[in-house]
C-alpha cells in the first residue's frame, strides 16, 4: 500500500493489480465531489479524472524513466486520451502495465551516447509535456466548439428515442419518452384555446427535458411568420404564471422560424425553443433552480421530422347524411363547429396531414336561406380564407363547369409568399341554396393528385 504513490517503484503483476483499482477508484470519487460541488457539471467531473490521469502518466513515465522508449510514450499518450473521452477505467489499465516496465526499459542506446542519460532523459520530458499540453488545448477547443456534445453524450448515455405518434425522434438523457399530458389551455389575447401534448424525455444533471406540441384551433393554422411566435411565447408566459422574460432570440432552426426564450421563476428558470412545422407548433424545453443548461442545445439540435414527404396518405369514406356527399378523405379529419348567423349555416371537416406531408384538406358547405350567387360568392371566398389564415393567396385561374348537373367553378391560386404552402386548388359548387367548397392547399405541384383525388371521389347526395 506504502508504494501505490511511488511512481518509480517497479511493481509486481500483482502489485499492478492493486494500483489499477486504487486509482480507478480516487477517480472515481473525484468525480463525484466535482460533480457534487459543481451542481452536476458532467464536463468538470471529466476534467477532473483527465488531469487526474495526466499528471499520473507523466510521473510514471519520468520516475521509471520511460520517455526514452517511443512505444512506452505511445501508451502514455492513449492513456490520457482514453481518459479524455470517460474511459479512464482502460486508460489506468496501460498506466498500471508501465509501472511494471524496468527502469529506463529501452534506453542502452542513449546511455551508449555521448550525451548524459539525465540530459536526455529530462528532453525527451519537456517535449512529452508540451505535447500533452497541446494536444489537451487542441481537443479541448473542438469539444467547446461542437457545443461539448460528444463529451456530454459519452458521459450521460443520451440516445435517439423516435415518437411515432409525435412524428418526431430526439436525443434524450436516458433513451426516456413518454406522452405524460394532452391538455388544453388558454391562447394568449383571445378567447379560445390550444392543445398542449406533452412528452417527458427525463431528468439529468438535475435538469428536465420536456418536448411539447401545440395544436392551434383552425384560425391560427398554416401561419409560418412570426406571428404564431409571439402568440405562442405569450401564451407560455400565461401557462408559466409568475415568470419573466430575461431573454429572446429569433432564428431559423432547421428551415423553420424558430425563437429561443429564458423565463425567470420564483424557484426556477425556464428555456424554450418555439418553431413553426406546417401548420403545427413544436416546444422544446429545460427547466432548472440555475441557468446552467449546458445540455440544451444537444437536447434541441437533436429534434428531427420523422416523415416529413411522406405520401402514402390513407384515404377512408367519408359519409355526411346531415349536408347529403359522401366522398374520400384522409383519416382522422376533424370536424368543426357549425357557424349560423342570419344569412347563412356552415360546417366544415379539415384534415391537417402535416408534418406527414406539407398539405391540408378542407371540405366546407354553407346553406344560404335564400339561394345565393354562385360567382358573387366565389369572388369573396379568396377574400375569406385569406383573412382566416393570414394568407396571400391570388387567383391564378378559374374556369365555369358543371359539376354532377350543378354549376361549379375549379380554380387554382398561389402565394409568392414561402412562408406559406404554394398553392390552393379546389372546387367551387352550387347545389339549390348550398356551397359545397373542396379545396386543398399544398405546398408543391406533385401534391395536387392529392385534392384531385378527393374531388372526383366527391359525390352529392
Known amino acids: 500500500m506504502r508504494n501505490l504513490y511511488n511512481f518509480g517503484y517497479e511493481k509486481t503483476k500483482k502489485q499492478a493489480v492493486i494500483f489499477y483499482f486504487f486509482h480507478v477508484f480516487i477517480s472515481i470519487v473525484l468525480v463525484l465531489i466535482a460533480f457534487i460541488y459543481s451542481k452536476s457539471n458532467l464536463i468538470l467531473g471529466l476534467g477532473v479524472y483527465t488531469l487526474y490521469a495526466t499528471i499520473a502518466t507523466i510521473l510514471i513515465l519520468k520516475n521509471r524513466k520511460l520517455f526514452t522508449h517511443k512505444m512506452y510514450l505511445f501508451f502514455g499518450i492513449i492513456a490520457i486520451l482514453l481518459s479524455m473521452i470517460g474511459w479512464f477505467f482502460i486508460g489506468f489499465i496501460i498506466l498500471a502495465y508501465l509501472t511494471t516496465r524496468s527502469l529506463g526499459s529501452g534506453s542502452n542506446e542513449l546511455k551508449k551516447s555521448n550525451k548524459s542519460f539525465k540530459e536526455r532523459v529530462n528532453k525527451r520530458f519537456f517535449i512529452f509535456a508540451v505535447s500533452i499540453v497541446f494536444v489537451v488545448f487542441i481537443i479541448g477547443s473542438v469539444f467547446y466548439y461542437f457545443n461539448r456534445s460528444s463529451v456530454v453524450n459519452i458521459v450521460s448515455a443520451w440516445k435517439y428515442v423516435a415518437e411515432k405518434d409525435g412524428n418526431f425522434k430526439i436525443l434524450t438523457p436516458y433513451g426516456n419518452l413518454k406522452e405524460v399530458a394532452n391538455v388544453e389551455f388558454p391562447l394568449a389575447n383571445s378567447n379560445l384555446k390550444y392543445r398542449d401534448i406533452i412528452y417527458d424525455s427525463g431528468v439529468s444533471s438535475n435538469v428536465s427535458y420536456l418536448i411539447e406540441i401545440y395544436e392551434y384551433p383552425s384560425e391560427f393554422r398554416l401561419r409560418h411568420d412570426s406571428y404564431n411566435l409571439d402568440l405562442q411565447t405569450d401564451s407560455l408566459q400565461q401557462k408559466l404564471g409568475k415568470v419573466v422574460l430575461i431573454s429572446s432570440r429569433d432564428e431559423e432552426f432547421q428551415g423553420n422560424n424558430s425563437r429561443t426564450l429564458i423565463f425567470k421563476g420564483n424557484n426556477a428558470y425556464y428555456k424554450y425553443r418555439i418553431f413553426n412545422v406546417g401548420d403545427y407548433s413544436y416546444g422544446i424545453s429545460s427547466s432548472s433552480k440555475t441557468t446552467n443548461f449546458s445540455q440544451f442545445d444537444t437536447f434541441a439540435n437533436s429534434f428531427e421530422i420523422l416523415n416529413p414527404e411522406n405520401k ?150
Open 312 to 461: 402514402n396518405l390513407v384515404f377512408k369514406a367519408l359519409n355526411s347524411s346531415d349536408w347529403d356527399f359522401k366522398t374520400l378523405f384522409p383519416k382522422d379529419f376533424t370536424i368543426e363547429n357549425s357557424v349560423n348567423n342570419a344569412s347563412f349555416i356552415q360546417n366544415s371537416v379539415t384534415y391537417n396531414s402535416y408534418p406527414n406531408t406539407r398539405e391540408t384538406f378542407v371540405i366546407s358547405i354553407t346553406k344560404y336561406y335564400s339561394k345565393p350567387d354562385l360567382h358573387r360568392l366565389f369572388d369573396g371566398m379568396l377574400v375569406s380564407v385569406n383573412n382566416q389564415l393570414g394568407t396571400n393567396y391570388k387567383l391564378l385561374s378559374s374556369n365555369d363547369s358543371i359539376f354532377q348537373n350543378y354549376p361549379s367553378i375549379n380554380f387554382l391560386a398561389q402565394t409568392n409568399n414561402t412562408k406559406d404552402f404554394g398553392y390552393m386548388k379546389g372546387i367551387f359548387v352550387l347545389r339549390d341554396n348550398t356551397i359545397y367548397l373542396i379545396y386543398g392547399i399544398l405546398d408543391d405541384k406533385k401534391y395536387f393528385p392529392d385534392i384531385d383525388k378527393i374531388t372526383k371521389s366527391f359525390e352529392l347526395n
